[in-house]
């Protein structure tokens, strides 16, 4: 099985700025603790990280071929990707949203999520764990539907 870690826009500064909102944890280590975490399941992860939306879209689409499901951090684009969604609706891939903050505790806008309605489920406010439990939670997913 293999598992898309698939990062938005601006998330490549992870660990150099605003580490009130967002914790000192980098991209790469983002990488090595799912990467632990996947050894452990089994599981096989590819990571991506892009600012643009169609860059996302381009690797959602890329993913029908050779992922079963991905961990999402849309940032900001959770909150207006219209687009996005239409990627992730019309590939039909199973995808778990993750957030580092808890974005239901911060300004009003980021408390609307327009991805999460076709998501299995959202894992937001726990750092870099966000990421390990969205992990554990969708290959749980993916193997209690394959028998
Ligand atoms: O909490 C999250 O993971 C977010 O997806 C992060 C997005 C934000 O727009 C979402 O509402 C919640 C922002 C990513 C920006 O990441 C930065 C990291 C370090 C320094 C500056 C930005």
Redesign the pocket.
């Given at each position: 099985m293999r598992i898309l870690v698939l990062h938005?826009?601006?998330?490549n500064?992870?660990?150099?700025?605003?580490?009130q909102?967002?914790g000192s944890a980098t991209l790469a280590d983002v990488q090595l603790a799912t990467e632990a975490l996947a050894a452990e399941l089994g599981v096989t992860l590819s990571h991506t990280q892009h600012n643009s939306e169609g860059g996302l879209i381009d690797r959602i689409h890329a993913a029908r071929a050779d992922c079963q499901g991905i961990v999402f951090?849309?940032?900001?684009y959770?909150?207006t990707s219209v687009a996005l969604r239409d990627a992730l609706a019309g590939t039909a891939i199973p995808f778990v949203e993750?957030?580092?903050?808890?974005?239901h505790a911060?300004e009003s806008f980021?408390r609307e999520s327009l991805l999460a309605p076709i998501a299995i489920g959202q894992v937001?406010g726990f750092g870099l764990a966000?990421y390990t439990l969205g992990l554990r939670g969708i290959v749980e997913w993916l193997r209690s539907r394959s028998g």
């Amino acid at each position: 099985m293999r598992i898309l870690v698939l990062h938005g826009p601006n998330l490549n500064l992870l660990g150099t700025r605003e580490p009130q909102v967002y914790g000192s944890a980098t991209l790469a280590d983002v990488q090595l603790a799912t990467e632990a975490l996947a050894a452990e399941l089994g599981v096989t992860l590819s990571h991506t990280q892009h600012n643009s939306e169609g860059g996302l879209i381009d690797r959602i689409h890329a993913a029908r071929a050779d992922c079963q499901g991905i961990v999402f951090n849309p940032g900001g684009y959770t909150h207006t990707s219209v687009a996005l969604r239409d990627a992730l609706a019309g590939t039909a891939i199973p995808f778990v949203e993750v957030h580092i903050s808890n974005v239901h505790a911060r300004e009003s806008f980021r408390r609307e999520s327009l991805l999460a309605p076709i998501a299995i489920g959202q894992v937001a406010g726990f750092g870099l764990a966000s990421y390990t439990l969205g992990l554990r939670g969708i290959v749980e997913w993916l193997r209690s539907r394959s028998g």
